[in-house]
């Protein structure tokens, strides 16, 4: 039995996605622990693409039970969407398979649109998807839960409760369009019945399961560096991005978690505003952006790109307790002459080897570089370590011993086999 949670190191987009799907082999359940439709995960699975925003990767995978847990913010449309598109490409997404907890909080139209109408002025690079609104009403005690959605009387009693408070603030204070009650009541609660065969308390189906031996996957979305605590707040995401949030976020105690592993793009990307240290705005970046198609699979965004940068990196282990690294998109260095890492910031002349939380400071930071060899080589077909090119080996080697911690996984491309497996983590 272990119980593995999977984090990103850097500010999203990792590939954490592929690694779950890799790791759901040997994994009975599968758990999504914070978050909403804000992440997406794109997984190549033989010729077929298939992108998730709620339900986790697992589903893929037949007699797995994926759980979404109580930190997780949802919208009732979408993951209806998601449910539809899945059973049509032919996956089990029944009640057996798939579990929804009771206590996690439903995003309203009005979330969306307080979202939408915000961003235009405060430029936080939001996705919309009222994410940050919803986790708001959570924290005021107004919001609306699963447990609630399913219940047509409550649901009723709880719109009416904040209904006028909402309808007010879109259109006296953010100058929109206001909703119209009884039609909102309706869809909801439509919504609602469909979606309540999956509504369970979940934090008893995993202690029972754990238990009982089972495996139990951990799934994050985002980043370490998006934290709402430890990010770099504003520019972050609106829940707790780090592994402790694992346990906040499904019902589960500490005590069983067993391994943290952190995935670690081999270069550094981030969608939306927010500083970037290590950033590329020239034809570097580009390549990287192109060679990586980094661009978001929830917004269809282009990703700024980077060379890797240790302190982040530093940042995320610590706040995490990372115990081992998937590093990831390894191919998409290949054919590079020459690659940079980044190892301290500079300021004022002094080295600054943590991640400032004064974001003053981000404007004129500059940055210590180590240089290593690049590779020519494509690797993507490569399935053994040894096989890599020496140089290869070498920037891994590298990144062990700067960070001290080991790989365990090393992911050579986008599909499910292009993986090099360095432990074995169940």
């Not at 709880?158 to 929109?176: C, G, N, R």
């Not at 995993?206 to 009982?212: C, D, G, I, T, V």
């Not at 081992?324 to 940079?340: E, F, R």
Request: charged share 25%.
């Amino acid at each position: 039995m272990a119980n593995v949670v999977i984090v990103g190191t850097q500010w999203g987009d990792e590939g954490k996605g592929k690694v779950v799907d890799l790791l759901t082999e040997r994994s009975d359940l599968v758990i999504r622990f914070q978050g909403g439709n804000n992440a997406g995960h794109t997984l190549v699975v033989g010729d077929r693409k298939v992108i998730l925003h709620l339900i986790p990767s697992g589903i893929l995978h037949k007699e797995k039970l994926c759980v979404i847990g109580s930190g997780v913010v949802i919208d009732p449309e979408i993951l209806l969407d998601e449910i539809s598109a899945l059973k049509t490409k032919g996956y089990d997404v029944s009640p057996e398979s798939f579990a929804i907890s009771d206590r996690a909080h439903v995003i309203m139209p009005y979330h969306k649109m307080i979202d939408h109408a915000r961003d235009t002025t405060q430029r936080i690079g939001t996705t919309g998807r009222g994410i940050g609104p919803a986790y708001e009403d959570k924290a005021r005690r107004t919001g609306i839960r699963m447990i609630d959605l399913i219940n047509e009387d409550m649901l009723g009693r709880k719109i009416e409760a904040i209904f006028d408070e909402k309808q007010e603030y879109l259109t006296t204070i953010l100058k929109v369009k206001g909703l119209n009650k009884e039609d909102l009541i309706n869809k909801f609660k439509d919504m609602g019945a469909q979606l309540k065969p999956y509504v369970k308390d979940t934090s008893v189906i995993l202690n029972e399961a754990s238990k009982k031996g089972k495996n139990l996957l951990f799934e994050g979305a985002q980043g370490g560096n998006l934290d709402m605590d430890y990010g770099t707040y504003p520019y972050v995401t609106s829940s707790n991005t780090v592994a402790g949030q694992a346990c906040v976020g499904t019902g589960i105690g500490p005590t069983m978690i067993d391994t943290v592993l952190g995935i670690c793009k081999a270069y550094t990307t981030r969608v939306g505003e927010g500083p970037f240290p290590t950033e590329l705005e020239d034809e570097i970046g580009e390549r990287l952006r192109a060679f990586g198609g980094e661009y978001g699979s929830t917004t269809g965004r282009p990703r700024r790109c980077g060379w890797l940068d240790l302190v982040a990196l530093k940042h995320s282990i610590r706040i995490s307790s990372i115990s081992y690294l998937a590093i990831t998109k390894l191919d998409v260095l290949s054919g590079l002459d020459t690659i940079k890492v980044a190892t301290a910031y500079k300021s004022n002349g002094s080295i600054i080897e943590n991640m400032p939380a004064d974001l003053c400071m981000h404007p004129d930071l500059g940055l210590v570089f180590d240089e290593l060899p690049g590779w020519e080589e494509n690797i993507s077909d490569i399935r053994e370590y040894d096989k890599l090119p020496e140089n290869c080996k070498a920037y891994i080697s590298y990144i062990e011993k700067k960070l001290g911690v080991d790989a365990a996984i090393v992911s050579v491309g986008p599909k499910r086999e292009e993986t090099i497996i360095l432990k074995d983590l169940f």
